[in-house]
Structure formats: C-alpha cells, structure tokens
C-alpha cells in the first residue's frame, strides 16, 4: 500500500464527517460496506478512480479535494516505510496555512489538514507546510514539496533553515544568518532572490526549523493543473 491512498483516505474521513455521516451511512450511498469505508479512509484499501468519482459527488467535494490538491502519485522511496497490507505506525501531521502575527502556529483557524505519515519519516516535526516557488532549491527543496518543520522559538545554529515571520507579515522558509556585528539576515538558496536583512530582531519571530522534505514526482496534474491550495511558505 502506498502512502497516496493514506493522503486519500485521510480526506475521505474529513469530508464524511463534516457531513455527519457515519461509514455505515455513507457505505449505504455507495453501495459498500462500512468495512470497506473504514479500509479506505485508513489507507488500507485502494480506491479506484471510478469509485472515488462516486464518493466525491455523495460527499459534494471536488475531485481534487481527495487528491490533496497534488497529484495522486507517492515517491517510490516511501515504499520503504510500508508494508504491503497495512500501513505502519502512521502520524498525522499538522498541514499549516499562512500563519500571521500574534497568531500561536497550531491554532484551528492555521490547520488546513492532516496527513498520515509513517513516524520514522517525520521524526522530530510538528507541523508542515507546502512550498510555493524556487528561492530554497539550492537546499533540494522545490516547488510543489511539503517540507517538516518543528516548532521552537529560537535558532540552533547559524546557517539552519527556519520558518520564520518578518514584520509580522506571512511564514517564509529560509537560512538563518547572523554576521559577527550581530545583524541577522535571512538568506534564500538561490542567487536569484536578495538576502533579507532584519533591522531590528523583535521584527523577526521564529516558528519552528527544517525537519525534512516529502517529495512528489514531478509529473503532470490532470486534476489540478494550476496547482493546490493547501499551505503555503511565502517567497520573498
């Protein structure tokens, strides 16, 4: 089983409750058992297309919205951390939104969603967040990739990647710097983007650190060409 239909079951789940139906009920609508829904929603069972295009008009979502808004493919590496039948020792994971000033990061109206992910993969993260444009590839970290953040407050080491907030403006993800005058910079990974100099440190508050990076296959999106509308990491 691979980690995709994990991701797809987890919103299977959401969208049947947030229409207050039981399995049982919604298994009813589509002529399956509530053993059946509760394999699907734990990841255990894959769905075909055609029936995920039934379960999305019973439950009035698009059919994007069970694809996570990315394409429904897992990285081949993830077959490490799987068995066969069932999926092992997962973790739901915190999906963050934009995240503003004043605002504590895993409060309800940041979540966006949760995805299941084997705990070995995530390790230390709190929570994640997909990246939108180019400014980290120099780290391996792409558009389209959901990167593991933990959430602390403070810097380890300079040179380590953070979330952070600037001028309580929207999350960025980028390297931390502080030079030996003591002024912080907030570097990208790619010579194209300009360092980002933080004139006063109150201005700048850390949300968490780089934990790691879960990829997608760089493969067309017949669901959802323009992309998704999950959490983003701002680029400046």
């Known amino acids: 089983m691979i980690v995709v239909f994990a991701l797809i079951g ?5 969208a049947r409750e947030e229409r207050n139906l039981s399995q049982a009920e919604l298994g009813a609508k589509l002529g399956v058992t509530a053993t059946a829904i509760n394999y699907y929603e734990k990841g255990k069972r894959k769905i075909n297309i055609g029936d995920l295009y039934r379960l999305a008009g019973v439950l009035g979502k698009p059919l994007e919205y069970f694809l996570a808004g990315r394409s429904a493919f897992a990285a081949a590496d993830l077959k490490h951390y799987l068995q ?4 092992r020792d997962l973790v739901y994971l915190p ?7 004043g605002e504590p990061v895993l409060s309800e109206q940041n979540i966006e969603s949760y995805l299941p992910f084997p705990r070995e993969m995530i ?15 120099g780290e391996g970290i792409e558009e389209g990739d959901l990167v593991f953040i933990r959430q ?4 380890d ?8 907030l600037v001028n309580g403006e929207e999350n960025t993800l980028k390297i931390f710097w502080k030079d030996e005058n003591g002024v912080i910079y907030l570097k990208a990974a790619n010579p194209n ?6 004139e006063h440190e109150d201005d700048l508050k850390i949300q968490g650190v780089y934990a790691g990076v879960f990829k997608l296959p760089r493969v067309p999106d017949i669901y959802n060409p323009g992309g998704g509308n999950g959490g983003t990491l701002m680029e400046r």
């Not at 602390?152 to 810097?155: I, Y």
């Not at 080491?157 to 952070?164: E, L, M, P, S």
């Not at 983007?193 to 933080?198: L, N, Q, R």
């Open 157 to 164: 080491f300079n040179g380590q990647i953070v979330c952070a």
């Open 123 to 137: 390790q230390a993260a709190t929570f994640a967040l997909w990246v939108t444009g180019d400014s980290m590839t």
């Open 193 to 198: 983007y300009p360092d980002i100099m933080v």
């Open 10 to 14: 987890a919103n299977i789940k959401k």
């Open 95 to 101: 999906v963050v939104g934009t995240i503003r000033a």
């Open 84 to 87: 066969d039948d069932m999926v």
């Open 152 to 155: 602390q407050e403070h810097v």
